[in-house]
């Protein structure tokens, strides 16, 4: 089942433009959302993450907006650079069992930038 | 440098053939775990470990083990591997905070 549903499953971006990808949960008790950056041959790591009790975090040319009544979260990257290629996944986190901090993923956006 | 390492990064291996991926980080974490990402399927937790000596099954935990007997190493062990679980594996741990750092990733196939 999967509790976090990504969209595109690929984009792909003129260098200067703005890339957006969409994610969806379901689980109310969700209560992190990071964004992982993942480039080829090496493992994911956070780009940005926000929480719940805020609409909006910016971190440099990346931007998250979430909308809590929607369940739903976006990555924004402006003034998208060919550096910035690579995939990107959303993730929402949330106490498991055995007092395990659960990460749930998306299936990941592979984000291609032209020069 | 705070890292994660994994070792080996790549490997070809036979079905039935034992095999242990070693996992080791450098940042006092107390929490690692171990993922396999498939296409289509994402990344999905495999086992995790809270601290020395507390493992934990996650989501497909089936045809692995894992030991934490030292804080640092958290080795995912397959003793009898079959192809489908070629794959690619990262390990991770996690301090007090939220993120998760991962190592770079072991690339396996069983033929």
């Known amino acids: 089942q999967q509790q976090v549903k990504q969209s595109p499953q690929s984009l792909i971006v003129q260098k200067g433009g703005i890339s957006i990808i969409n994610c969806a949960y379901e689980?109310?008790?969700?209560?992190?959302f990071p964004w992982y950056q993942q480039f080829p041959g090496k493992g994911p790591a956070l780009l940005i993450a926000?929480?719940?009790d805020v609409s909006e975090k910016k971190e440099g040319r990346f931007t998250i907006s979430f909308n809590k009544s929607a369940k739903q979260f976006s990555l924004h990257i402006m003034d998208s650079q060919p550096g910035d290629s690579a995939t990107y996944f959303c993730a929402a986190s949330m106490w498991g069992a055995g007092n395990n901090r659960k990460l749930i993923w998306g299936l990941g956006t592979s984000l291609a930038v032209n020069p | 440098e705070a890292q994660v390492t994994q070792n080996p990064r790549y490997l070809i291996t036979v079905t039935g053939k034992k095999l242990t991926v070693t996992c080791s980080q450098n940042?006092?974490?107390?929490?690692m775990s171990w993922y396999r990402q498939d296409p289509g399927l994402g990344l999905r937790q495999i086992y995790y470990?809270?601290?020395?000596?507390?493992?934990d099954k996650g989501d497909v935990p089936e045809g692995y083990k894992v030991s934490r007997k030292e804080k640092r190493n958290f080795p995912l062990i397959l003793e009898s591997p079959s192809p489908n679980q070629t794959s690619l594996y990262f390990c991770a741990s996690r301090g007090g905070a939220r993120e998760q750092y991962f190592g770079p990733g072991t690339r396996l196939t069983v033929t």
């Open positions: 926000i929480r719940p």
């Open positions: 940042m006092n974490h107390e929490y």
């Open positions: 689980n109310t008790a969700f209560d992190y």
């Open positions: 470990s809270m601290n020395v000596e507390v493992t």
